[in-house]
């Protein structure tokens, strides 16, 4: 009699303990953003992380902290505790470039992060003065055969400088790279007519295409970008299968619990399917990802590091 009582009187306690146990979030989120308030990639983080802030109740606090490529923020997240409460904004560059740009990074990314969600992409486009004497792909390629070349990109190892170190490979040419310190700095020398092209994201360069003061070649997509639509991509001019996109997403120190990583995931994924926020993103000249769960996201992460380290080592790209 006396351990029936001891049982049921346990199984009370152990019932209580569960109904009072915290649902997350329970307390604010922190959003670590790699990089400088104003960019696309924080405006982006800010548009989600007012998303997730509506769908959960608890805020997310975005926190810039810019610095080496977006290395350093990323290494704050990937050191913090892994308990649901902090978030990191993660993109080519410090996620899937840095690894092997960097040969003593701080933090490994598929090993010491995982991912949450995908936000947005956005591919790269070739831009050139209307006057540099090509005007799509077979003609920028024929042209590099015959002279010296040159394009500008927004510094060395960016996503810009290895699209191109990339399709230089993939259509056997070679091109002389002129780093800037930033892509308004390149596209500024483009457009006096100092270099002849340069290759930086859609977001960046839509506003001069669309003038007429740059010519869009190519955009580096598989398919078209739905924000140029008149452009074809390089697949289209000759190379099946080329595809350089720039992506933003969410990700979280590895070990963060899977029940958090699947709470977050399905508030991006309910905001993704917001017309507002697609209409927000659009105006960055920022496709919406498609909805998929967290597995798949790091499916993607691990195949993007995998091609971008290949693209490093075979290009010799060094940071200065």
């Given at each position: 009699m006396f351990k029936h009582i001891l049982g049921a009187a346990a199984l009370s306690l152990a019932a209580l303990g569960s109904a009072g146990a915290a649902q997350y979030p329970d307390k604010p989120i922190r959003l670590i953003v790699p990089f400088p308030a104003g960019q696309s990639g924080d405006l982006i983080g800010r548009v989600f992380a007012e998303q997730i802030t509506r769908r959960l109740g608890q805020s997310v606090v975005v926190e810039n902290r810019p610095g080496a490529g977006g290395t350093l923020g990323t290494d704050?997240?990937?050191?913090?505790p892994a308990d649901g409460y902090t978030l990191v904004l993660v993109s080519n560059g410090p996620y899937a470039i840095a690894p092997a740009l960097y040969p003593k990074l701080s933090y490994r990314p598929g090993k010491d992060l995982r991912g949450v969600a995908l936000l947005g992409t956005s591919p790269q486009v070739f831009a050139a003065n209307p006057q540099a004497g090509f005007g799509d792909i077979k003609q920028l390629v024929a042209l590099a055969r015959q002279k010296s070349l040159t394009f500008g990109s927004s510094g060395n190892g960016s996503t810009q400088h290895l699209t191109m170190e990339y399709f230089e490979k993939t259509a056997d040419i070679q091109l002389m790279h002129v780093p800037f310190r930033g892509s308004a700095d390149a596209q500024t020398q483009v457009l006096g007519g100092q270099i002849p092209m340069l290759v930086d994201s859609v977001p960046a360069s839509l506003a001069q295409i669309k003038a007429g003061r740059l010519k869009a070649i190519a955009v580096t997509s598989l398919q078209r970008s739905e924000f140029l639509p008149d452009v074809p991509t390089v697949a289209e001019q000759g190379y099946p299968g080329f595809e350089?996109?720039?992506?933003?997403?969410?990700?979280?120190?590895?070990?963060?619990?899977?029940?958090?990583?699947d709470t977050l995931?399905?508030?991006?994924?309910?905001?993704?399917?917001?017309?507002?926020?697609?209409?927000?993103?659009?105006?960055?000249?920022?496709?919406?990802?498609?909805?998929?769960?967290?597995?798949?996201?790091?499916?993607?992460?691990?195949g993007e590091i995998a091609k971008w380290g290949k693209i490093v080592k075979e290009s010799g790209a060094t940071i200065d």
């Open positions: 704050v997240a990937a050191r913090a350089s996109i720039g992506w933003f997403g969410l990700a979280a120190p590895a070990g963060t619990p899977p029940e958090a990583i995931n399905e508030a991006v994924k309910a905001a993704l399917g917001d017309a507002a926020v697609r209409d927000k993103l659009a105006t960055m000249a920022v496709t919406p990802a498609p909805r998929q769960d967290p597995a798949r996201f790091d499916a993607f992460l691990s």
